[in-house]
């Protein structure tokens, strides 16, 4: 190839100087524009056209001659000029189109590769009764998608047009609740045949079996258990967690063993989900909860939020700080985000899963995930009352905390059509702004004014604030909020914010404005 464009460039040359040999040769040789006459004009101007070359004793003046000549040399090599920048801008042009034509392939190719090659997200219902092993094939429900024919012509632009449309679906499909959406729900059970109270709610307020389909994974092969799961049939598809074995673990976390064990379970049912039942998403729900009636909307309708902002990572049906005089009962449409991770009916993506399964913790997976280093400061959005409450106060917690909080948490009773809604208030940059005014423009207070309540009038909202670990959890203690954190997180807290209803008044229990971070010592 280099030779061949050497041989190119040397041939051209030569021409280029032949050329202009030749042409100083004819010009040299061509008579004078407008013989000399007997008069002494000159053709077409007359005599004094010619008479600026004539000398003295009407000789012929040379200088002149080769000036004209000159003149006209220069005239001919500014054409040559021309020509050769309109060659220069011609090949540029052509090795553009040549360029063009790879890109085009390339481009065609891709554009080809993302609509043709798209992998399948929607699968069928699952059905009962079938080997886990078995259903790794599914069908694919999705709407049919336009094609590129592998022989067509596509130039540049329309290339990089289509790439943008499918971009522009891409968005589109994620702020829209689109009811095509499968949105399984993973039961995680044991041993309490009390799974019945809570798959009798699910199955109650369940609009679709084919967009809902339920699936109950279970652990401990427990016999009784095991029958009431089976009890529904076709209605819920029940799979088992093959490996029953103890796990070895260092002699002081023997006691921890049921932790282990769950964090195994886990890790198997949401592969099971996502890498044998090829779901995209699923709500994540434990055998001691009982969901409320909006529970299936409230997921639907957050489903794109999740989707379409990188922010986010996970949707929970759970308010931490959700007891009865917390809350608001006539706001149940209140959603907030919270950096504190609240599990307890919770949604999560296949992307997510993907970046957590190979780190997966052998215990206390909860907690886990509210280190930083899994958060990577990305929130998770919750509501202003719970769409789930637990009544299972015996388990490998021994009832931490049920007895004092959880018993006591509120459960919305009040149908929100969420799908309905605009909730692009949710997506980082347009909450942010309105979430900080809100709550560094409300009065600062103390403790005091709130308790005797003597001076203050309306319903707020009014701010508290804290400035250590230590003020933090005496003001949570004394306001009636959990005052635990963990990795320097408040339950419920956005920006270290903690927003909850304090004797019918709204309250923010803040950090001095301009906070930017989480101290990992305060845990």
Known sequence: MVRKKGSLILCGAFLFVAWNALLLLYLWGRPP???????GGAEPGGKEEWDVGRGKGGQINL?????????????????????????ESHRAVWARQKDIGKRETDDTKEVREEVVHQPPKLPIPLKDGVDVRGQSEVKDTQNPVHTVASDSKLDQHQAVEIKKEIVKNNILAASVASPDVIIPILVIACDRVTVKRSLDKLIQYRPSRELYPIIVSQDCSHAETA????????QVTHISQPDLSDIRVRPEHRKFQGYYKIARHYRWALNQVFNTFSQSTVVIVEDDLEVAPDFFEYFRALYPILSSDPTLWCVSAWNDNGRDALVDPSKAELLYRTDFFPGLGWMLLKEMWDELEVKWPSAFWDDWMRQPEQRKDRSCIRPEISRTITFGRKGVSLGQFFDQYLRYIKLNTDFVPFTKQDLSFLLKEKYDEKFIKEVYSA???????????????????????????DSFKVFARNLGVMDDLKSGVPRTGYRGIVSFLYRGRRLFLAPPEGWTQYDTSWS
Do not use: F, H, M
């Not at 524009?33 to 008069?39: A, D, N, P, V």
């Open 33 to 39: 524009i407008g013989r000399l006459r007997e008069g």
């Open 63 to 87: 200088a002149g001659e080769v000036i004209r000549l000159a003149e006209e040399v220069e005239v001919q090599l500014e054409t040559q000029k021309k020509l050769l920048k309109q060659i």
């Open 443 to 469: 009065p600062l207070v103390k403790i005091e004014d709130l308790q005797q309540g003597g001076s203050l009038r309306g319903p707020g909202p009014y701010r508290v604030q804290y400035s250590s670990r």
């Open 227 to 234: 029958r009431v799961i089976g009890s529904y049939g076709d």
